[in-house]
């Protein structure tokens, strides 16, 4: 059974920084494709950040120069650090992988961009 766990949420004051963290059960992670979306308020879940299983990346165009999506393969985990944070950040952020034809998601963790 594949489980994805995520972490790191909080409030933070806009200009801040958050990192999160996606940690994978139950799969060859190192083969999967990873992807973090968020859900504000309101709005449908979009896509934020991907990172292929060999490192490739791919930003929405609102997070260019301010995320950064990685993966470190050894702890089955993937991160996106998040800087310079404005209020429209706001959101769910999840995380998800395909397993063999299977579309797996994590429960989600907040972020609040707020002073």
């Known amino acids: 059974q594949v489980q994805l766990v995520e972490s790191g949420g909080g409030l933070v004051q806009p200009g801040g920084s958050l990192k999160l963290s996606c940690e994978a059960f139950?799969?060859?992670?190192?083969?999967?494709?990873m992807r973090w979306y968020r859900q504000g308020p309101g709005n449908q879940r979009d896509l934020v950040a991907y990172?292929?299983?060999?490192?490739?990346?791919i930003y929405a165009d609102s997070v260019k120069g301010r995320f950064t999506i990685s993966r470190d393969n050894a702890k089955n985990t993937v991160y996106l650090e998040m800087n310079n944070l404005k209020p429209e950040d706001t959101a769910v952020y999840y995380c998800?992988?395909?397993?063999?034809?299977?579309?797996?998601w994590g429960q989600g963790t907040q972020v609040t961009v707020s002073s």
């Open positions: 990172i292929g299983s060999g490192g490739h990346t």
């Open positions: 998800n992988t395909i397993v063999r034809g299977s579309l797996y």
């Open positions: 139950g799969t060859i992670f190192s083969s999967n494709v």
